[in-house]
């Protein structure tokens, strides 16, 4: 059965006769995702953005890249059946492979792609543009507090950024999460009151109420100085300035609001750059979500990655179980966080081909891990000629990724929303592909599970 897809709406524009214009747009170039956009379009590309915003521009407004051909084997252009049967004998052919990447695509190609990982017997991780995998271990031990953003714009008294300049990164989630207007019910008694803490003054702190200092590498000392704080623990003031960069009354300042309000969020973003790594911040600010639950309510939010790393995540977990670093070698997904992620397994030689999707590793991973990809045949499905495709055995190119692609995508917060191409495609999307692909592979291929182990 066939099912039509929504189309972005769209109506004619008064800029000019050539023009048309496309509304309601979601744009993925952020953790905000954006669904109220207004696109200008012309000789099918994107002209004009509005509201206008630097980040969704530099994505939507870029050129097309420009290709020989929509499909390269061995580098050399060739037809799609052509490729797709190469990439079908490269995949079943491997003993081990990897299939990675994922996050820039939508709902539907992630959920092939693990269709395609049982099928092989696959180590499945989903990894960003750079081919990094994300953790998941803190939400696993404290687990989250949260809320829509739609929530925290209707009724948070205070807004907290932590360590972050959303200013920058996220250039209107100040405008629409921050300083939104109260639309539910009637307005608190106290105004909504932003507060920047961070290590140096930034374009997101020149906006905020107050901005608290914060010394590189303090994050977890002042969460826990702030949570002990809040529990009337007695703190040594010397002892909480060398470890923080700030004196004590900064922090009480903080713990007192944090207390006090009616709704606190505390948005946030954990770096792989972090010390203890990202999962360290992520588990200290859910920890203090949960202690001010014992005298308010308060949420903590990613402020979220571009394209769809939450959609990832969620199509793993309830296809398997799981978020990530998945082995369905023996033939049901294991889960093996750490040893089965995607740089790990390459750095160690534990994989014999590669399915690499949306994501552009050979320019980022660890040199041993990239050296160990050279070694292997590799299989991407991508929408530029980025260092990987250029390097593949078979490349086919697809759609582009939040201009040209139907489908569903999740917001940071978790909500979906419904992606609509603003302009035509001109190359089949990745699903299309992946569904042709999957053609070409052999429904049974289950004598060689269990051969896939990862080695401890």
């Not at 509304?23 to 012309?42: E, F, N």
């Not at 590309?45 to 499909?71: D, Q």
């Not at 200290?284 to 769809?308: K, Q, S």
């Amino acid at each position: 059965m066939t099912t039509s897809r929504p189309q972005a709406i769209q109506t004619p524009s008064a800029v000019g006769a050539d023009d048309r214009e496309v509304q309601d747009v979601v744009c993925t170039a952020c953790g905000c995702m954006c669904d109220d956009l207004r696109l200008t379009v012309r000789a099918n590309r994107v002209t004009a953005v509005e509201p206008p915003c630097p980040v969704a521009e530099s994505f939507l407004l870029r050129e097309p890249e420009a290709l020989n051909s929509p499909c390269l084997v061995e580098g050399r252009p060739a037809e799609l059946d052509a490729a797709l049967k190469r990439a079908a004998e490269i995949l079943e052919a491997a003993s081990a492979p990897l299939v990675m990447g994922l996050e820039r695509a939508t709902v539907e190609t992630q959920r092939r792609s693990v269709e395609i990982a049982d099928r092989l017997g696959a180590f499945l991780d989903p990894t960003d543009e750079q081919g990094r995998s994300r953790c998941h271990a803190a939400v696993q031990t404290v687990g989250a507090v949260t809320a829509t953003l739609g929530e925290v714009a209707a009724r948070s008294e205070l807004v907290v950024y932590w360590n972050v300049d959303p200013a920058t990164t996220h250039p209107r989630h100040l405008e629409r999460f921050a300083r939104h207007a109260f639309t539910a019910g009637a307005p608190p008694v106290t105004p909504r009151r932003v507060i920047a803490v961070g290590t140096g003054r930034s374009k997101t702190a020149e906006a905020s109420d107050d901005f608290l200092s914060l010394k590189s590498s303090g994050d977890v000392a002042a969460l826990a100085t702030i949570r002990a704080l809040i529990q009337d623990r007695e703190c040594d003031p010397s002892q909480i300035e060398a470890q923080t960069g700030a004196p004590l009354e900064q922090w009480a300042y903080l713990a007192q609001r944090l207390k006090l309000s009616s709704y606190s969020v505390l948005f946030y973003e954990p770096s792989v750059h972090d010390p203890g790594g990202p999962d360290a911040l992520s588990q200290a600010i859910a920890e203090l979500a949960i202690d001010l639950h014992r005298h308010t309510r308060a949420v903590a939010l990613r402020l979220g990655a571009p394209w769809n790393a939450v959609g990832a995540a969620q199509v793993l977990t309830w296809q398997t179980g799981f978020p990530a670093a998945v082995s369905f070698a023996p033939g049901y997904p294991v889960y093996l966080p750490g040893e089965a992620s995607a740089q790990t397994l390459l750095e160690r030689g534990e994989v014999d081909a590669a399915l690499i999707i949306g994501a552009d590793p050979a320019a980022h991973i660890s040199a041993a891990a990239r050296a160990s990809l050279a070694t292997i045949p590799t299989v991407v499905i991508d929408d530029r000629l980025s260092e990987t495709a250029r390097s593949a055995d078979v490349a086919m190119f697809a759609a582009r990724f939040g201009i040209e692609t139907t489908g569903t995508v999740f917001r940071s917060d978790g909500v979906a929303l419904p992606l609509r191409g603003a302009v035509t495609a001109m190359l089949p999307d990745a699903e299309s592909l992946l569904i042709q692909l999957l053609q070409k592979i052999s429904p049974s291929l289950e004598g060689r599970r269990g051969a896939a182990a990862p080695r401890g």
